[in-house]
């Protein structure tokens, strides 16, 4: 990696690199162990760091070993200097504005050295916090619901962007050090275990990065590397991280390193990439596809490794496979528009986002379930342009879908979940839809057991950007009818309060009981349906259809030769008589009846799921 700090063999010390083409010149400030100064000394050690063409500041220090404690003193040509972590910090024990510390990263002894990852066909995406997920919040205390998880019936389990981050907790994308896992949750060390365990229960871990902005507290490379950005391109966050502007190849490296580092130094079996739609690139190929081509030339070419993107504006392009079916550049995308559109059949909400969904909802879950994005070239009122491009040539597995992800359940004013408004008599007919159709599907920590728990927005800023925050939150939910008067804004959680970072918590003890009991035997069953049936056929399935028969929406896929996979959901409010029942064996039904003449009624959610050609393996069905 040629950032930051690297261990030499043989004890002879490390070599430090940064890169600040504006700065005249740069020390390092080794700070020993404990933050002492080498030999025991109270003061820095300052050693000069040599420049080297462009824009490089490099010195190797037989002193520095891991463990080691540093900073990187930086000269303005004004003559400031400041005193910045390393950006390529593989650690900052002491939060993003203290010392980055000297990691060796081969002093882990991988237990799973054989573990290749799984194929794509095969992820069930449990989408967690590491913060929220168990009450200590760790790596190691994540580690002991790993059994669990398995369990279930997942096989992936993907981490919201772990990068340090100010204080002690946050969502993850407000990240300022690309390379270092943040401290509150365990040293580098210690998420390694984690996959380590994770990868002995047969699970994927994917993680979520974010190369489209860096939070507002804590990067520094504003004040002494402006190189690093492109005020040519205006984002939400200003300007834009410099992907396609003067002097942009070592930003590029700069990323295209950090995923192989994710990869390589941790391995983890994917990356999610956060908003693409948000970063501004007008390179061929952009920093996304070279990103792909850096992981399928590098480490992917012994393993399973997978990118999914985030992308609003559902750019096929970026889907496309290569003539044995492989990706060229992203593995897959999350579907919004599966979420958008059983969101608004199950709910009924048309605020936002969910208004270009409201006027068909069927129609566009019909759409998206069997051809993987429900707007495909169709102007999106809500968003005030056309939005996206044909996708019904790529495979169901391009498209992750899901019912909850972290957005669309923190980004409601009280972080309520699914089951606390929708019509509760849909959510067997959704889960059904979510979880035995061929997408691959992704379920929000807790959902499987109905948790009780929100899942709020928080962060941990200081006063005066915590204020600021929470002003803007607030302010943002004025534009909704819930929340006319002062009172009702007032009641919204406070981002930066302990409290409502602690509020989000799961509580596991609850999964057992009542409601929740029965929403985790739903769960297991779906899943288990899914690996006995769906699994074994996903690798060759066809394209898909849909129907709608009033309320009803009928799915159908052809699978191997002579196979054909349909499931029929009922998503009025009112019972309702089909005209003929989806032929072949009965895989899963819930409130279905037959009737005279082949016909059979439904009650409200009721969803039937049938296989017609070959039995499971091992169904023992006729």
């Not at 919040?137 to 369990?151: D, K, M, Q, V």
């Amino acid at each position: 990696m040629p950032f930051g700090a690297e261990l030499l063999p043989n004890g002879r010390g490390t070599r430090f690199r940064l890169w600040a083409p504006s700065a005249p010149r740069a020390e390092l400030q080794l700070l020993g162990l404990g933050g002492a100064g080498v030999g025991g000394s109270s003061s820095p050690s300052l050693y000069p760091l040599r420049a080297a063409p462009g824009g490089w500041h490099e010195a190797v220090v037989r002193e520095a070993h891991a463990g080691a404690r540093y900073k990187f003193l930086v000269h303005s040509r004004d003559g400031e200097q400041t005193a910045v972590p390393d950006p390529a910090s593989r650690s900052n024990p002491e939060g993003v504005h203290g010392p980055s510390a000297v990691v060796d990263p081969h002093c882990y002894a991988w237990r799973e050295s054989s573990w290749r990852g799984l194929p794509w066909e095969a992820a069930i995406i449990y989408e967690l916090h590491v913060g929220t997920f168990s009450r200590a919040g760790t790596f190691a205390a994540a580690a002991g619901a790993l059994p669990e998880l398995a369990a279930l019936g997942v096989t992936a389990l993907q981490l919201m962007p772990l990068a340090a981050f100010p204080g002690v907790r946050n969502w993850g994308y407000d990240g300022v050090l690309a390379f270092a896992p943040a401290a509150c949750y365990g040293t580098p060390d210690e998420l390694k275990a984690f996959i380590d365990a994770a990868h002995s229960h047969r699970l994927m871990v994917l993680l979520d990065v974010v190369y489209n902005h860096f939070g507002p507290d804590g990067n520094y490379l504003h004040v002494y590397c402006p190189e690093f950005f492109n005020a040519a391109h205006r984002t939400p966050w200003g300007a834009a991280i410099n992907f396609d502007g003067e002097s942009s190849r070592p930003v590029r490296d700069f990323f295209v390193h950090n995923a192989l580092y994710w990869l390589e130094e941790y391995r983890f079996d994917g990356l999610r990439l956060d908003a693409v739609h948000a970063i501004r690139d007008a390179t061929k190929p952009d920093i996304v596809c070279e990103i792909a081509r850096a992981v399928h030339e590098g480490p992917g070419s012994g393993r399973h490794l997978h990118i999914a993107l985030e992308n609003n504006r559902n750019e096929s392009r970026y889907l496309e496979r290569d003539a044995l079916g492989r990706p060229i550049c992203a593995t897959a995308q999350w579907d919004d528009d599966v979420h958008h559109a059983l969101h608004a059949v199950i709910t009924g909400e048309a605020d936002g986002y969910y208004a270009d969904y409201a006027a068909t909802p069927l129609g566009h879950l019909g759409r998206a379930l069997t051809e993987g994005f429900a707007y495909q070239g169709e102007y999106s009122a809500f968003r005030d342009r056309v939005r996206g491009g044909p996708s019904k040539h790529l495979p169901p597995a391009a498209f992750v879908g899901f019912l909850q992800n972290h957005d669309m359940v923190g980004n409601r004013a009280f972080g309520d979940r699914i089951q606390s408004f929708a019509d509760r008599r849909l959510l067997t007919a959704a889960y059904v839809c979510l979880l035995l159709t061929p997408q691959v599907p992704m379920l929000f920590m807790g959902e499987e057991f109905a948790a009780s728990t929100p899942f709020l927005f928080f962060c941990d800023f200081g006063p005066e950007l915590g204020r600021a925050v929470a002003e803007g939150r607030r302010r943002e939910f004025k534009r909704f009818a819930a929340f006319v008067g002062d009172a009702a804004v007032a009641a919204i959680p406070d981002p930066s309060s302990a409290q409502t970072f602690e509020a989000s918590k799961l509580r596991w003890e609850e999964r057992a009981e009542g409601s929740h009991g029965e929403r985790l035997a739903l769960l297991r069953e779906l899943l288990a349906l899914r690996r006995r049936w769906l699994a074994p056929r996903l690798e060759h399935i066809g394209h898909g259809r849909f129907r709608i028969e009033g309320a009803l929406l009928h799915l159908e896929w052809k699978l191997t030769a002579g196979e054909c996979w349909r499931v029929l959901a009922h998503f009025g409010r009112d019972s309702a008589v089909a005209s003929r029942r989806p032929p072949g064996e009965v895989v899963f039904a819930s409130g279905v009846h037959e009737q005279a003449a082949s016909s059979i009624r439904l009650d409200v959610g009721a969803v039937l799921v049938a296989h017609s050609g070959e039995s499971a393996p091992g169904s023992g069905a006729q």
